[in-house]
Structure formats: structure tokens, C-alpha cells
């Protein structure tokens, strides 16, 4: 009744245009149009009010204020008893005033209790009652407090939630008496009870019970969060449907038939299973998981808001358990992840530390902002590939916690060999075939160990393989011949695997899976998490360091993990960085393997160890190219500011391309020598500056690189070479104290040019980029952000003021890093003389355009 005459409102109000009768909840906004307040929604008319107040959400929500408004008035708050008072108490106590229909309890926030009667008279009685005394306790009884109903979208709990927990976390880490300890209440915190474990067992016989009807000898295996040792509340239940011994019964059970000949019926064949309608040997995932959806939404109770994903990377059914309140997903082709989490089992159980450390980081990674998109997809750390750097991090202590793939194989015997879609993933399946490891650190100095591990990690320049236990250089990926990684399908196929896999997809974090060689579990970060991630390590094992981190406050302080767990700053951390760019002037060209051509790829493969020198070659052209063909400065090289107007004349005498006088466009065009002197800024002692570039042979080239400060045409000079750093290979040979800048035996190469800067080349750029795309016509209009364009703004920039002086002058000085550095190039500005103040807005523009420009100008490069 209450709902017909809420419909019969709703057609009142949407009839009447002339005095709207408006909802209660609908009010008229002054742009015009219409806001709920109810469901906290914008309408632009009175048409898409009609269909708002008739829709789902606002009934449900208009049933839920309702509800709660219902129990508001027959609810009373009851305090002043004990915390040990059990709600069964309450209830037989408050039965004698009339029905109890519930009562909610919370010994969090503070000990009280709603009461709620079935009917208002209960409560009135309550109320008129002049004493309540419950075991030797006077209660405290007064109406229950009314609220206005307010809808929070479920993304805001979620953050609210998130909030609360470690607000609860944290009284009870700061009671522990070690940061082991806190680590391991942590677990207990997150984990799930015996209780949802079992919930969870349940629900997956049940589905194998239901799925078994349809899809004979099919098998439904559990894997992921629920069952690989790592699992948190409410995580998703995945769930893996095994037809391949089903696609046996149907084979065998069509060719049965076929013997029988045509005897049997129409009706006969109806009463078959579902597999009469499809055949498994040649239907696609998608129309398998169309008759997997259709079997969750009929036939198991409880299942709902069931949704087909057939274009994901792993076609996936999703579905909804109403009662237990859990979110599933079915796959049909993915038994890598089975035997993935069946690994993380197996690690979990050779080293009881591995556990508290996931959940600890998980929980630090999310806090963080670096993990747990709620969303899914998205930049950041996956849950699978945090727990993968943790691994590997164990894998690389001394001694090692954890063994490689390669070294487990060995403990495993000739019935544990498992190979699926052609790699061997095979492992011991009992932790106790493994030897125990040496290593007695504790998880204190573990968890530090891992902030310093990866706050001092090239992410750029490795791929971090757990099959191999080590960082194997990225030059074995970057050829288009190696992108599968040459050494590890070279071990994969001496294992018997397979080598004609899809190609390994880099990027600014690589992590391969442990048996998908081809599979970068971090390929969907970014250069921004990447470096974010870095930074937050960095960081981490700063605060580490401190007393703080390792002993219990005598004061009642917070300490330990609950400081390491302190939420994300709001950009803090990004601010400060940027500041101490500006403040430093410098520059960073990351190290992007994906973005590089071919050519350059292929290049870099063969340079081997040497690849950060010639991939610097190759970014010092880019730059020179930027500065003067894209934004028209005059470049020259130079030793440095002290000795800029020596060098001047001497390089005018030496190759007649010096600074130049005339400010005009055609005067950057330069010689046949600047161009070879631009080229290359460091090339191995001896060898021909466009040889070296272009026809770059390891094998003939020099063991160690001499490094030129001054590039010039004419002459080298060369530097000494100071200690190996790492060898070849990627294993470090050094202290882990010291900072390794490159993996080759030689001083980090650099290069020094004296610029002059003849236009405001940022003034109005945006202008007159639009400009010029407009007065071109559609056909002939360049690449938008390209070289091409954006030298064709900086000529209409230039043509507007000819014959002007030149603005400005400044010394770039460029240096690659790597090693336990961030393989980049650092490009550093020293400004000349600046009367009129410009060089700070010249600064800023380049921030932002010269990377990009760089990186664009490399793609070009061949």
C-alpha cells in the first residue's frame, strides 16, 4: 500500500507542470534543474526527476529511511553496564517491558548498546520505568538519538572503514613489546577466522556439487587470496572451473553414440546434461562462460548480480553471494594461477617470516597509496606482484631465505613434474623436501632490509626474475629477437619449456611470473608508481634506521609499524621532489625501454653491460637535437662554466661552428661537423664517432669505456677508470653501503655543452600552437605534441621577433646514473648572467617539455 501510494505521488508530481508538488527530497537548484538529497544526484529537468523518483536506487534508499526511521522510534540507548554484559543479558532483561526485536552492542567506540522493541509500547514502558538495575549496575536509559538519514556512497565507507581500522590497529601494535610482534598481530588482524575459511570451503562444494550436474567430472579449484596463505577479510573467493577431464567424458560419451548409431530420441537426447548443447572441444571461452553464468544465475542459491567479462585478459564470470556476503569470479584457462598460488603455499610454508612480512607491506603499500586500487585495474602494485618482490627480496638476503625456481626444482621428485602450457612449473609440493635456510634475521631488521633493498633498486635497467633468484640485465629483453627475455627462455627450453610465447611486455617495473616468463606481473605500473614506490621505500628505510622503528616508547608514544603506517601525506613527498628539482635545476630522463625503436633496441641488446653508455650517447643527440632544431638555441660544447669563453674561440678556430652571432632561424642550422660533434657525447676510446653509433660491436669494443668531458670532434679526453662496481651480469661486487652508479667497469660518463637562448620560446606557445594547426589545412596538420610541430611553433615564435638579442645563456651539464640508482640521465642547469629574470620561467617550461620532447625525438631515432 505504501508503495502505490508513493507511485501515485510520483504521477501527481509529474503531471502537475504548472505548481510541482515537490518531493520532499527534490529541491530546485538556482542554474537550474533539480538536486535529491536523498541519493545526492544532479537532475537537469523535470522529465529525468519522473524517472529519478520512480527508479531503483531512490525507492531502495526511500525503503531504507523508512526502515531506520522505524527503528529510531523504537529503539532506546542503554549505558553504565559492563563490558562483560553479553547482549543475551540485555535481552531477557528488557523482554519484561514488551518484545526485543535486537540488540546491537559496541565495545569499541565505548560500552552501550541500542535496544530495539518490536513495538513502540515497549519502549514507552521503558522509559516510564524509574530505575533499571542489571547485575548490582544502574543502567543509563534515554531515547535513542534520531539522525537524519544520510546515503554515503560505498567508496567513502570503504575509506572511512579503512580509517577505522588502523585506528584499532594501532592500539593494539602499540602494546606489543617488539616490532616482530606487531608484525605478527598484524596477521591476526587481517586474516580471516576459521569460521570464513570454512563459509568459503562450503560455498565451493556447493558450486562443485551444482557444476558437477552439468559438467561431468569437472573440477572446481579454489585459488588467490582465499587460499594461498595471504588472505584478508572480504577478499574475493577465484575460483578455477577444470573441464578438461569433461572434455574427455564428452569425447568418449560422442563417440559411444556414434557406435549406437541413430537409435536414440529426441527426447532421450534432451535429457542429457548441458553438454548437449555445446561442444567443448571447439567453443570459445566466451560461449563457455555464457552456460558457466547461466548455471550460477538458475540452478545455485543465493548467486546473484552475475556478470560475463569476456574481453579481459583472462575471460572471467563474476558473480555475488547474497547471504555470505562474498564476491566471486570463475575462470575456465587459468591453471598457471593455480599452480601460481599453490607456490606461494609451498614458500609460505619453507619459511614461517614470509607471512607476517606480506601482510605488513600489503597493509604498508595500501596505506601508501601504492596498492589496493578498490577499483581494480589501474597503476597500481597488484597484490600478486607485491608479494613477488617480497619473495625475491628474501631470495637475495645472505644467506638466501628463500630459493629460486631453478634451485627448488631440484628438491622435487619425478611425480611433482608439472609442466602447463608448455612451462615447467614444477616445485616440491611439501615445504619439508626443502632445506631450512641459515638466515636467522629477525623480522625487524627484514622489513627494513626490504625498504633498503628496493629504495636503492634499478627498476629501469633489470627485470627481476624468481625463477633465476637474481635482476637479469634488460638488455636480454630489448631486441625484437629477445624480447622474450633471451637467458631465461634459453633456461626454459634447456627445462623442456616452451619458447614461442607471447613477448614480455616492459615497463617502468619488471617482474616476471615464476613460470610465465612472458608475463610482467607489474606491467601495468607507471613511471609515476614506480617512482613513488621508490620514493616510499626510501623513506621507509629512513624512519628504520630511527629508535623510534625499533624500540617500544617508554613514553606511550606511537612507535614501531604505526608510524611506518601513518596514511599517504596528500603529495607531500611529490611537492617536496619537485622542489628540490627546481632548487637544484636539474632534469631527469628516465631510462623507457618500451619507447625506444627497434633499431635503438636492438643497439642496446648487443652493448650488453655497456648499454647505459651507448643509451646516454643516444640521449645526449636527443637533447642537443631538442635544444637546437626544436627550440632553436645555439649549442656548443663546453668544460664547463669557468672556461666557457676560452673554449669559445678555441672551438670557432678548431671547426668554425661556434657561438652564433646571428640570431636568425637559418643561422641553428650548423655544419657537417657540428652535426658529427652533437652526435655522440661519449664514445669508446679509438673508435669512430658515427662507427660507434651506428654499428655498435661489443665484442670489439674496448673493456672499459674512456670517457670524454668535452665533446669535440677533434679530440677525446679520456678519464681514469676507477674500481668495478658490479659485474657484468648484474651482480653486485661492491659494499651495499656504497652506491653503484654503473654495472660496467668504468665512472659514469657525462657531457658539458654552453648554450645560448635567442627566444622566449614558451611565451604564448600554446596560442601559437593552436594557430598554426588551424591555419593548416586538416590533411597536412603534423603529429599533435610532435617534433615536426613543435618546431614549426618555435620557428612562428622566432619570425615574430627577428633580430632580437640573444636572451640568455647557460651551461647544461648531463650524467648518467644506475646501478642502485634509477637507471636515468640527470640533465643540470647553471645560469649565466639573468638581469632580467627569465631563466626560472625558461626552467619551468622545460620541466614538463623537454622529457616529453626527448623521449619523441628517440622514438625517431634510428
Not at 538495575?133 to 546515503?151: A, G, H, M, S
Not at 669559445?648 to 652571432?661: D, H, I, L, R, W
Not at 640570431?663 to 652533437?678: F, N, Q, R, V
Amino acid at each position: 500500500m505504501q508503495r502505490y501510494t508513493l507511485t501515485n505521488s510520483y504521477i501527481v508530481f509529474g503531471l502537475n507542470t504548472t505548481n510541482m508538488e515537490l518531493d520532499k527530497d527534490i529541491q530546485p537548484v538556482s542554474k537550474g534543474g533539480f538536486h535529491c538529497k536523498l541519493c545526492d544526484v544532479n537532475l537537469p529537468n523535470k522529465a529525468s526527476v519522473d524517472d529519478h523518483l520512480k527508479g531503483r536506487k531512490h525507492q531502495k534508499l526511500s525503503s531504507v529511511r523508512a526502515t531506520r526511521k522505524a527503528q529510531e522510534q523504537n529503539s532506546l540507548f542503554v549505558s553504565g553496564f559492563v563490558r562483560q554484559m553479553s547482549q543475551l543479558q540485555l535481552v531477557d532483561y528488557f523482554q519484561q517491558f514488551g518484545p526485543v526485536s535486537e540488540v546491537i552492542m559496541d565495545k569499541e567506540k565505548g560500552v552501550y548498546a541500542i535496544v530495539e522493541f518490536s513495538e513502540a509500547k515497549g519502549m514507552e514502558l521503558a522509559l516510564s520505568h524509574d530505575q533499571h538495575i542489571l547485575d548490582n549496575q544502574t543502567l543509563r536509559v534515554k531515547p535513542r538519538e534520531k539522525k537524519e538519514f544520510k546515503y554515503i556512497p560505498k567508496k567513502k565507507q570503504d575509506r572511512g572503514n579503512m580509517q577505522l581500522s588502523l585506528e584499532r590497529l594501532s592500539q593494539g601494535l602499540c602494546q606489543a613489546a617488539s616490532v616482530s610482534e606487531q608484525m605478527q598481530r598484524v596477521v591476526e588482524s587481517f586474516q580471516l577466522s576459521d569460521n570464513e575459511k570454512k563459509v568459503r570451503s562450503l560455498l565451493v562444494e556447493l558450486l562443485q556439487e551444482v557444476f558437477t550436474e552439468f559438467f561431468p567430472e569437472c573440477c572446481i579449484l579454489p585459488f588467490g587470496s582465499s587460499v594461498n596463505t595471504f588472505d584478508i577479510h572480504s577478499c574475493d573467493l577465484d575460483l578455477f572451473l577444470d573441464l578438461e577431464k569433461t572434455q574427455i567424458f564428452q569425447a568418449r560419451a560422442k563417440g559411444s553414440s556414434e557406435q549406437a548409431g541413430e537409435c536414440q530420441s529426441e527426447d532421450a537426447r534432451s535429457e542429457d546434461s548441458i553438454l548437449s548443447d555445446i561442444d567443448l572441444s571447439t567453443a570459445s571461452p566466451a560461449e563457455v562462460l555464457d552456460l558457466v553464468a547461466a548455471v550460477l544465475r538458475k540452478c545455485v542459491p543465493g548467486v546473484h548480480k552475475v556478470q560475463v567479462l569476456s574481453s579481459a585478459r583472462l575471460p572471467v564470470v563474476k558473480f555475488s553471494h547474497q547471504e555470505l556476503g562474498l564476491q566471486g569470479d570463475i575462470t575456465i584457462n587459468n591453471k598457471l594461477a593455480v599452480r601460481n598460488t599453490r607456490f606461494l603455499q609451498l614458500c609460505s610454508g619453507i619459511d614461517a617470516r614470509l607471512c607476517p612480512l606480506v601482510y605488513s607491506i600489503r597493509y604498508w603499500a595500501k596505506q601508501k597509496q601504492l596498492a589496493g586500487n578498490p577499483f581494480g585495474g589501474g597503476p597500481l602494485l597488484n597484490n600478486y606482484a607485491l608479494t613477488l618482490l617480497i619473495i625475491f627480496f628474501l631470495q637475495n638476503r645472505n644467506p638466501p631465505i628463500l630459493l629460486a625456481v631453478n634451485l627448488l626444482k631440484e628438491f622435487a621428485c619425478e611425480e611433482e613434474e608439472c609442466v602447463i602450457e608448455g612451462w615447467d612449473c614444477t616445485f616440491p609440493s611439501q615445504p619439508i623436501a626443502v632445506p631450512p635456510s641459515k638466515n636467522t634475521e629477525d623480522l625487524c631488521a627484514l622489513m627494513a632490509g626490504f625498504f633498503s633493498f628496493y629504495g636503492e633498486f634499478d627498476f629501469a635497467g633489470t627485470v627481476i626474475s624468481l625463477r633465476d633468484g637474481r635482476a637479469l640485465p634488460i638488455t636480454g629483453f630489448l631486441s625484437k629477437e629477445a624480447e622474450k627475455g633471451e637467458e631465461a627462455m634459453q633456461g626454459l627450453e634447456k627445462a623442456g619449456g616452451s619458447s614461442t610465447s607471447k613477448t614480455v611486455r616492459l615497463g617502468p617495473v619488471n617482474v616476471l611470473d615464476p613460470f610465465e616468463l612472458c608475463h610482467n606481473v607489474a606491467g601495468n605500473l607507471n613511471e609515476r608508481t614506480q617512482k613513488a614506490f621508490r620514493r616510499e621505500c626510501e623513506e621507509a628505510a629512513k624512519y628504520c634506521r630511527s629508535l623510534q622503528y625499533q624500540r617500544k616508547s617508554t613514553k606511550g608514544k606511537v612507535w614501531g609499524l604505526v608510524r611506518l603506517f601513518a596514511p599517504h601525506g596528500g603529495g607531500g613527498a611529490m611537492q617536496g621532489s619537485s622542489g628540490g628539482a627546481e632548487r637544484n635545476l636539474a632534469i631527469s630522463i628516465p631510462f623507457r625501454a618500451a619507447a625506444l625503436p627497434d633499431t635503438v633496441r636492438s643497439q642496446l641488446h648487443s652493448a650488453k653491460g655497456l648499454f647505459r653508455q651507448l643509451w646516454f650517447e643516444k640521449v645526449c643527440r636527443a637533447v642537443v637535437g631538442v635544444f637546437r632544431d626544436v627550440l632553436k638555441c645555439s649549442v656548443t660544447p663546453s668544460d664547463g662554466p669557468e672556461k666557457v669563453g676560452a673554449r669559445q674561440e678555441e672551438e670557432e678556430e678548431e671547426t668554425g661552428c661556434g657561438a652564433v652571432k646571428d640570431p636568425g632561424i637559418s643561422a641553428h642550422a650548423g655544419t657537417a661537423a657540428e652535426d658529427a660533434m652533437l652526435a655522440d657525447c661519449t664514445v669508446p676510446a679509438g673508435e669512430n664517432v658515427h662507427e660507434t653509433n651506428n654499428n655498435y660491436n661489443p665484442d670489439t669494443c674496448p673493456s672499459s669505456l674512456s670517457l670524454s668531458k668535452k665533446c669535440n670532434p677533434q679530440d677525446t679526453v679520456h678519464k681514469g677508470v676507477k674500481r668495478p662496481l658490479s659485474s657484468e651480469d648484474g651482480s653486485l661486487a661492491s659494499p651495499e653501503n656504497k652506491k653503484q652508479r654503473l654495472d660496467s667497469g668504468i665512472d659514469h660518463p657525462s657531457a658539458h655543452w654552453h648554450c645560448l637562448l635567442w627566444h622566449r620560446v614558451w611565451a604564448g606557445r600554446r596560442k601559437v600552437r593552436r594557430d598554426l594547426l588551424k591555419s593548416l589545412p586538416e590533411a597536412s596538420r603534423p603529429e599533435g605534441g610532435g617534433v615536426e610541430l613543435e618546431t614549426q611553433v618555435t620557428e612562428r615564435i622566432a619570425q615574430e621577433r627577428l633580430g632580437a638579442e640573444k636572451l640568455l645563456e647557460f651551461t647544461l651539464e648531463a650524467e648518467v646514473l644506475g646501478g642502485t640508482e634509477n637507471t636515468h640521465t640527470v640533465l643540470k642547469f647553471i645560469p649565466g648572467e639573468d638581469h632580467t629574470g627569465i631563466f626560472q620561467d625558461f626552467f619551468h617550461f622545460l620541466e614538463s617539455f623537454l622529457p616529453k620532447m626527448t623521449e619523441k625525438v628517440l622514438e625517431k631515432l634510428e
